[in-house]
T-cell receptor, first 109, second 113 residues
Framework: DAKTTQPPSMDCAEGRAANLPCNHS???????VYWYRQIHSQGPQYIIH???NNETNEMASLIITEDRKSSTLILPHATLRDTAVYYC??????????FGKGTKLTVNP | EPEVTQTPSHQVTQMGQEVILRCVPI?????FYWYRQILGQKVEFLVS????????KSEIFDDQFSVERPDGSNFTLKIRSTKLEDSAMYFC???????????FGPGTRLLVL
């Protein structure tokens, strides 16, 4: 089973920041937090990952709490094309990714 | 930007038939994966492959499944005798290293009738 907890759905207005939370209270010290998204039934798309420092790339920012028990993915200016299911994944020490149900983000015009 | 490609995008087959799903991973990647997603369900790991060997597999990956890297570019998933419950999206992924970021292909939608 996935080691993360995410809200099943969220809404966001177009142009506003989308903040997607994730709880991973059992994360261990060497486990990374990864975020992927899936638009319709397309292949999961990598967004960002981090260990303990906050990270930013051209797609999003990742804020990880100091105790590493939770994180937030931030899409700074959400567009309609950001409507997708967002998955927060903690690598479980093996090669595989374990996907949960994710958060279905709907960006509204 | 390099990407993982998969063929075909859609495949329809009769129950009991063999199917081969093909993937071309990103060229400098060494680790390869198959995942599947039954309609409305989670993405599930099937198998990982490195150095011409399976390195990890799930309970789903039973004897009817096999993987192969027949040449320097392709990575295939074979289902020997398809069942109705094999109908799903099948995603290939690749990564540079075992703990590196995995990049996914667009998927093959398999429908078993």
């Amino acid at each position: 089973d996935a080691k993360t907890t995410q809200p099943p759905s969220m809404d966001c207005a177009e142009g506003r920041a989308a903040n997607l939370p994730c709880n991973h209270s059992t994360i261990s010290g060497n486990e990374y937090v990864y975020w992927y998204r899936q638009i319709h039934s397309q292949g999961p798309q990598y967004i960002i990952h981090g260990l303990k420092n906050n990270e930013t790339n051209e797609m999003a920012s990742l804020i990880i709490t100091e105790d590493r028990k939770s994180s937030t993915l931030i899409l700074p200016h959400a567009t309609l094309r950001d409507t997708a299911v967002y998955y927060c994944i903690v690598r479980v020490g093996s090669e595989k990714l374990v996907f949960g149900k994710g958060t279905k983000l709907t960006v509204n015009p | 930007e390099p990407e993982v490609t998969q063929t075909p995008s859609h495949q329809v087959t009769q129950m009991g038939q063999e199917v081969i799903l093909r993937c071309v991973p990103i060229s400098n990647h060494l680790y390869f994966y198959w995942y599947r997603q039954i309609l409305g369900q989670k993405v599930e790991f099937l198998v990982s492959f490195y150095n011409n060997e399976i390195s990890e597999k799930s309970e789903i990956f039973d004897d009817q499944f096999s993987v192969e890297r027949p040449d320097g570019s392709n990575f295939t998933l074979k289902i020997r005798s398809t069942k109705l419950e094999d109908s799903a999206m099948y995603f290939c992924a690749s990564s540079e290293g075992s703990q590196e970021t995995q990049y996914f292909g667009p998927g093959t939608r398999l429908l078993v009738l």
